[in-house]
């Protein structure tokens, strides 16, 4: 079990530049998520799929942010153009389904200057 | 919907003394509670849950937490710390029905006084 992978670890952007996050859940997780870490919000959920289909995307801040799932195994969350404030620890994560724990990656701390 | 509170954003302990991590959540639906530990550049990672059935849960690491309905409380504790204790510690709610989301409160910073 390789967990869930998230690449790149660490991006550094100019304002204005196009991002994007990369997940590959857990083999056999039906359930993905893309959580954002601020020191000043703290956790928040931006958007969680099930069976590769968008199922709440309240979380995500402006129409800038956009999230696709064209498969089981790969996930992006693309941010276009960025910002400074923007810039966070993005987390994603899976899992089967239901209340099963989530298995969080490492994250990709972003940073847009 | 459903919230948690984190009571105190830093708490610091000694070596073996007694941890507490305070949690309040608040819920209209049965809850079901989590503990996630997050240490430094990684991702969380589950310490324990509640969902049904007892309701002193045992974790990893020698974690457990006590779901207690009257105090609307779910506190996670520790008899000795030790040193690799130090991390953050999320506390987390969802709904017990419905395809709800896992709200996170904002985090206890652990710290361990050698």
């Known amino acids: 079990d390789a967990g869930v992978i998230q690449s790149p670890r660490h991006e550094v952007t100019e304002m204005g530049q196009e991002v994007t996050l990369r997940c590959k859940p857990i083999?056999?997780?039906?359930?993905l998520f893309w959580y954002r870490q601020t020191m000043m919000r703290g956790l928040e959920l931006l958007i969680y799929f099930n069976n590769n289909v968008p199922i709440d995307d309240s979380g995500m801040p402006e129409d800038r942010f956009s999230a696709k799932m064209p498969n089981a195994s790969f996930s992006t969350l693309k941010i276009q153009p960025s910002e400074p404030r923007d810039s966070a620890v993005y987390f994603c994560?899976?899992?089967?389904?239901?209340?099963?724990?989530?298995?969080f990656g490492n994250g990709t701390r972003l940073t847009v200057t | 919907a459903q919230s948690v509170t984190q009571l105190g954003s830093h708490v610091s302990v000694s070596e073996g003394a007694l941890v507490l991590l305070r949690c309040n959540y608040s819920?209209?639906?049965?809850?079901?509670l989590f503990w996630y530990v997050q240490y430094p550049n990684q991702g969380l990672q589950l310490l324990l849950k509640?969902?049904?059935?007892?309701?002193l849960v045992k974790g990893i690491n020698g974690f457990e937490a006590e779901f207690k309905k009257s105090e609307t409380s779910f506190h996670l504790t520790k008899p000795s710390a030790h040193m690799s204790d130090a991390a953050e510690y999320f506390c987390a709610v969802r709904g017990a029905f419905g395809n709800e989301k896992l709200t996170f409160g904002t985090g206890t910073r652990l710290t361990i006084i050698p």
């Open positions: 819920s209209s639906v049965p809850p079901y």
């Open positions: 083999s056999g997780h039906n359930s």
């Open positions: 994560a899976s899992n089967i389904g239901g209340n099963s724990p989530l298995h």
């Open positions: 509640y969902t049904t059935g007892a309701t």
